[in-house]
């Protein structure tokens, strides 16, 4: 909802409220972002100007001696004016580098499409506010969309050249915001490859906290979701602003404080290598930045972010749609499979009870390893006889659907559509691209590479049945052309393409992967519904990774895959237990080699999938939030709600020796109701118990021989099961207790032993006392 009130403008969500001012010269100025307000009163002083400039400043004019644009909270800032915070609009003509937007005129209109980049649906409104130069040089357009329900305000600005001199446009910030300071941390999501998404808080001290990607690509370096948390803001109290940025390319968000707490907040594109030059009467608009303002900590804005992104960001098509538990044949086969080792896979994943079966790299072109094949997306019938049609058939008898992998933007040079196209990748005038997994970037910039691209993804998407299709993209851009246009154009084609595809395939099932997650965003969101988090299936990683990516993304994006128990990545070896523990919080997959299972294996999955098919919904769309972090000591512990019943995640790190009694802590519970819980129960692998064994056995038994990997693949053990009924206070404050801990003494079934990196799911619902769960 907007309102005009004289000089001032509220834009309100359901819970938060924007005020902005027109001040006395028309500069536009934050004056209060925070809960929400019913109106504006006459004398609320929501904001106030100094009325003495400071010492060594640059007044704005002798007609407004008080007037330093270095004190004031505004919505742009541009340079020459006394404004010294870092600018968020660059501009520069022949003539001029100075420029000075003031407020011209403003509008309330239905949300409209950004011309070029992928827009948020499900906006009631949208507050436009048109700044002029005051030497008539260029007008700009600051848009303000409202996404009520969700408390989301968009952000994006638009520039146009009113002057007969070509107007360079050096930066433009979709977002700024001034804010006072409060005691802020900053907390952003850094990483790497197989290491994505940390979650890392750094308290705000004068100067500027920058977190960019200039791969090209959104990156896993760092995501461009963070968080300013106020000193007293905890998990779920207190003051939290969110931001983010709907682009996939190169990205810029910056907090930069003086020495009078005065914050400004800019996020956007990253200029650099990026200049736009407009000819009279032409126009450049930005990506959309979106912000959020929660009073209930960092779970609160958490939760904001999720309903936007299921919501307003994801193809409506795929709102609370269930998604279904994958197979995918990556990590148990690699390059080396044939028809009949893939049927093999799909016949033992649809006995465990998977439901899709996506065939990964290596069944394409000469694609026998990842030097040679990418670009020619036409099946290799060598390897697969009776091609994509025969193993989706097959798959189909089978009661499964089926997916498939791409890589539809790179090419390898060893490839005929290299030796066709060899100008078709991205690069410069002379010197050698630089490989990256072997590979090189098609041009998505130019028309011929996209209709290219299109067409290929197409082709495929015909030939044979097909609900899924995993988008990989491995590497990121280099050698890129001299054009100041270029990181833009790259993804203004890449949507073109992406929009054209997800429009002519509504119901395919798209999931986002960049070598894991080098690229996710919520502009890939806006068209893959899911995306590959990470190339590191090992579960304690999958943790740190979903525990960042929490931050401003619902776990329906999360696509997690119980691996092999030796994960591949950390050779950390954790039980399918404790890997479905984790991987159970998101869109459930597996990948590791079926053939590979003992009978007690294949009963331990059947279990899991029968839970997550009788949780689904819960699991993958319920609100996510943090009950406890290793930030704060060795457990970190998680839930979904939905309606009367909560699924709550508890993990521990390193297994500690006589450890304290544990409890079980739950969120959003209301205090007088009586609630039932019960553990899930998990197999124990006998190997877990060393030379423990042979106090159960009537022989010697080597806990490092032949005869307990044989046993063992029958006979497994039990965990304990804790059940029970629970008030909600307790719930909140400290929980019923849970079976002690393994401390080296003995073992029952009232002692639970999870291990380094084990964990349990305990299952909450709301009930009259003789509810009892299993
Ligand atoms: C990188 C992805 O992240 C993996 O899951 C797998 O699809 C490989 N690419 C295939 O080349």
């Known amino acids: 909802m907007v309102s005009k009130f004289g000089n001032r403008f509220l834009i309100s969500t359901d819970r938060s409220s924007l005020v902005l001012r ?102 009631s409104q949208e507050l436009v506010i048109v700044m002029a130069e005051r030497q008539t040089h260029a007008r700009l357009s600051l848009h303000y969309v409202v996404y009520e329900s969700e408390d989301v305000i968009g952000r994006y600005a638009e520039i146009i050249n009113d002057s007969d001199l070509p ?23 850094t990483g790497s490859w197989a290491n994505e998404l940390n979650r890392n808080a750094t308290k705000l001290v004068p100067g500027k906290f920058v977190l960019s990607s200039n791969t090209g690509f959104s990156s896993n370096r760092a995501n461009p979701c963070f968080a300013l948390a106020s000193s007293h803001a905890d998990f779920t109290h ?16 910056s907090v930069e ?51 936007f992104v299921n919501d307003c960001v994801i193809p409506p098509y795929f709102k609370n749609r269930e998604r279904p538990i994958a197979y995918n044949n990556w990590e148990a086969t690699g390059f080396d499979f044939n028809d009949g080792k893939i049927k093999k896979l799909m016949k033992k994943a649809k006995d465990l009870g998977i439901e899709l079966f996506v065939l990964d790299d290596g069944w394409f072109g000469n694609r026998d390893n990842d030097s040679q094949g990418l670009g020619d997306w036409q099946c290799n019938e060598k390897k697969i006889k009776g091609g994509l049609k025969g193993l989706s058939d097959y798959a189909h008898g089978l009661g499964m659907t089926f997916g498939i992998w791409m890589e539809p933007e790179m090419v390898n040079k060893n490839s005929k559509l290299y030796q066709s196209h060899p100008d078709w990748i991205v690069k410069d005038v ?12 098609l041009d998505l910039s130019r028309t011929e590479v996209q209709d290219f691209v299109y067409q290929s993804v197409k082709s495929v998407l015909d030939s044979a049945k097909i609900e899924f299709l995993k988008w990989d993209c491995n590497r990121p851009l280099s050698d890129y052309p001299r054009s100041g246009s270029f990181f833009l154009d790259y993804f203004k084609g890449l949507y073109r393409v992406l929009d054209r595809l997800t429009k ?137 709600h939905r309606g009367d019943e909560w699924m709550i995640g508890r993990y521990g790190a390193i297994q500690l020796a006589n450890p304290k009694l544990s409890y079980l802590k739950a969120l959003d519970v209301d205090p007088n109701a009586i609630y039932a819980y019960a553990s899930r129960q998990e197999s124990i692998p006998l190997s877990k118990f060393g030379s423990h064994i042979n106090s159960v056995t009537p022989i010697h038994v080597n806990p490092d021989g032949m005869a307990l990997a044989w046993l063992m693949k029958n006979k497994d053990m039990k965990s304990e099961i804790d059940q029970g009924h629970a008030y909600g206070a307790s719930l909140l404050s400290q929980g019923p207790a849970l079976s002690v801990e393994w401390n080296g003494t003995g073992y029952s079934d009232k002692i639970r032993l999870e291990g380094d990196f084990g964990g349990r799911i305990y299952h909450l619902i709301q009930s009259s006392k003789s509810t009892h769960l299993s």
């Not at 915001?177 to 900053?186: A, E, F, P, Q, V």
């Not at 894991?516 to 890939?524: C, E, I, S, T």
């Open 22 to 123: 027109i001040d006395g010269i028309g500069k536009l100025l934050t004056d209060y972002y925070g809960r929400k307000l019913t109106g504006l009163l006459d004398d609320d002083h929501l904001g106030i100007d100094y009325p003495f400039p400071q010492g060594t400043s640059v007044v704005y004019s002798p007609d407004y001696w008080n007037h330093n644009l270095s004190l004031v909270k505004s919505e742009i800032a541009t340079m020459g004016k006394g404004d010294y915070f870092s600018p968020s609009v660059i501009l520069s003509d022949d003539r001029t580098q100075v420029f000075d937007f003031v407020y011209d005129s403003y509008r309330i209109q239905e949300p409209e499409p950004i011309d070029g980049f992928p827009t948020p649906h499900g906006a």
């Open 167 to 189: 107007l360079a446009v050096k930066k433009l910030s979709s977002l700024q915001l001034g804010l006072t300071n409060d005691g802020y941390r900053i907390i952003g999501l």
């Open 238 to 253: 207190g003051d939290v602003y969110g931001f983010n940025l709907v682009f996939s390319g190169n990205h810029e968000e």
């Open 257 to 307: 404080m003086d020495t009078n707490q005065n914050i400004r907040v800019q996020v956007g594109y990253n200029p650099l290598l990026t200049e736009i030059v407009l000819a009279k009467s032409k126009s450049f608009v930005t990506p959309m930045a979106v912000m959020a303002y929660a009073e209930d900590g960092l779970n609160g804005l958490a939760h904001r972010f999720q309903s």
């Open 430 to 441: 002379d010197h050698q691209p630089c490989p990256g997994r072997n590979q090189y970037v």
């Open 504 to 640: 002519a395939y509504p119901t395919v099932l798209f999931e986002n992967c960049a070598s894991g997650g080098n690229r996710y965003d919520l502009g890939m969101l806006s068209y893959f519904p899911q995306s590959w988090m990470s190339d590191d299936t090992d579960s304690f990683q999958r943790e740190l990774i979903q525990y960042g990516g929490m931050l401003g993304y619902p776990q329906s994006t999360f696509s997690n895959h119980v691996a092999a128990k030796t994960s591949m990545q950390m050779l950390r070896k954790t039980s399918l237990d404790a890997k479905f523990d984790v991987a159970a919080f998101g869109v459930l997959g597996y990948e590791l080699d079926l053939n590979d299972l003992s009978p007690i294996d294949q009963a331990t999955l059947s279990a899991q999938i029968s839970y997550y098919k009788a949780h689904r919904a819960l699991f993958q769309f319920g609100i996510l939030s943090v009950i406890e972090s290793y930030e704060d000591g060795n457990v970190f512990s998680v839930q979904v």
